[in-house]
């Protein structure tokens, strides 16, 4: 049964490839971010962008090559906002200002939740050449994720024997359990986005004030 339609857009100028495909795109990236891969259909797709089937399989051969298209466009849209946003280089380096790091990214992603659903919700089917290309892309997006982690590690001495890699990698889970936990709970909840962020960055600082110093003022 089909899946409730997406409001279509303006009729798009046909001449006009660019707008053509990004028009495909954006309908794409809401379709497959509301109903995931084996929800959203091309017909749906199509009826949102304001075009006909023919024109989407001109662009796009395949509904695997449309959303492949479509992986890489959030990323790309992603690592932009990443790399705009601000970081850390040139700043002082603080817990605070690492927090503040993440929250920004969480804002980003909360403003476009249908991105974040794309790139953590994998298609469930046996197709190799999309399930090799989602890995990737997933892979990409968490090490997107931990450059802050990364270049904030770079610049702290750790204590002897501590593995810088499993620092990384145990920071980095911990931001993306919170982004999970506070993205989740913006869709549920009717919450500000600013209060939602403020309370991930809360929680990120005081978990990684725990990493940092531990839990015992002395060990046992």
């Known amino acids: ?3 409730e339609q997406l409001t279509p857009l303006a009729e798009p100028p046909l001449a006009d490839n660019t707008d053509n495909r990004e028009r495909i795109l954006s309908a794409a990236v809401r379709a ?4 995931g891969y084996e929800g959203a259909s091309t017909n749906q797709i199509c ?3 304001g075009i006909s089937k023919g024109l989407l399989f001109h662009y796009y051969k395949s509904k695997e090559n449309l959303f492949i298209a479509v992986l890489e466009h959030c990323m790309t849209r992603f690592l932009e906002a990443v790399r705009t946003g601000g ?18 990214q969480t804002r980003f992603l909360s403003e476009h939740p249908d991105y974040y659903r794309i790139f953590t919700q994998p298609p469930q089917q046996e197709s190799q050449l999309l399930t090799d290309f989602f890995n990737r892309k997933r892979e ?5 994720i ?21 620092a990384l990698e145990l920071m980095t889970g911990l931001v993306i359990h919170l982004q999970e936990k ?7 909840q009717t919450l500000p986005v600013s209060q939602v962020t403020e309370m991930m960055e809360a929680e990120f600082v005081e978990a990684m004030d ?11």
């Open 1 to 3: 049964m089909e899946h």
């Open 32 to 35: 497959f971010g509301e109903h």
């Open 47 to 49: 009826a949102a962008a």
């Open 87 to 104: 970081g850390l280089a040139g700043q002082p380096l603080t817990l605070e200002t690492l927090a503040g790091l993440y929250r920004r």
């Open 140 to 144: 990409e997006y968490q090490q997107t």
């Open 146 to 166: 931990s450059l802050g982690l990364r270049l904030f590690l770079s610049r702290s001495n750790l204590r002897p024997g501590i593995s810088r890699e499993a």
């Open 182 to 188: 506070y993205l989740t709970d913006l869709s549920r």
């Open 210 to 220: 725990i990493i940092f110093h531990g839990i015992l003022l002395e060990r046992p």
